[in-house]
């Protein structure tokens, strides 16, 4: 399983389990990130990312991606998921975690830049927009390059989700 690891900086433990994820530790492991000495070293902020299409099987990220974009820029948030599909094989997954909107440490954090709340995972989903019409939810299937589906999210002082391709 070719696996992604980004904004991991020295540790490379393997946080979430899943059945589409079951492997207790990385195998083919490539590690991404701004500082230190990742195998790749980038800025998550600059898209495209430095990978062919379907490269991997998995992407964890972990307390990373409140570090990038702003609170409130949908084009980059669908930009940057757009990025993960496309460099994720056909049923890939994408793992995460991020702190929960309420915990201190989503805007203690002098480097934090956004919040992920469950809710923003909705807008990536097709099932989503069928309420349009119905609810005073916004469109923005035209930033969508690639639809998911939210497979989970616990929360609690950090939220961890599993999306799949």
């Known amino acids: 399983m070719s696996t992604l690891l980004i904004g991991a900086g020295n540790s490379i433990t393997k946080k979430i389990f899943h059945e589409l994820t079951p492997a207790k530790e990385f195998d083919d492991?490539?590690?991404?990130?701004?500082?230190?000495?990742?195998?790749?070293?980038?800025?998550?902020?600059?898209?495209?990312?430095?990978?062919?299409?379907?490269?991997?099987?998995?992407?964890?990220?972990?307390?990373?991606?409140?570090?990038?974009?702003?609170?409130?820029?949908?084009?980059?948030?669908?930009?940057?998921?757009?990025?993960?599909?496309?460099?994720?094989?056909?049923?890939?997954?994408?793992c995460g975690s991020v702190p929960h909107h309420t915990s201190i440490w989503a805007w203690g954090d002098p480097g934090h830049k956004r919040v992920l709340p469950e809710a923003s995972f909705h807008f990536l989903q097709k099932e989503h927009y069928d309420q349009l019409g119905n609810t005073s939810c916004a469109d923005y299937r035209h930033l969508i390059k690639g639809y998911w589906k939210l497979i989970g999210i616990q929360e609690g002082e950090v939220n961890f989700f599993l999306l799949q391709k």
Request: a negative charge.
């Open 29 to 94: 492991l490539i590690t991404l990130d701004i500082t230190g000495m990742p195998d790749i070293l980038w800025d998550l902020n600059n898209m495209p990312y430095p990978f062919k299409d379907e490269s991997f099987d998995e992407i964890h990220a972990y307390e990373v991606l409140e570090h990038c974009g702003i609170q409130g820029d949908e084009k980059f948030f669908f930009d940057q998921f757009n990025e993960f599909h496309r460099i994720l094989k056909p049923g890939g997954v994408l």
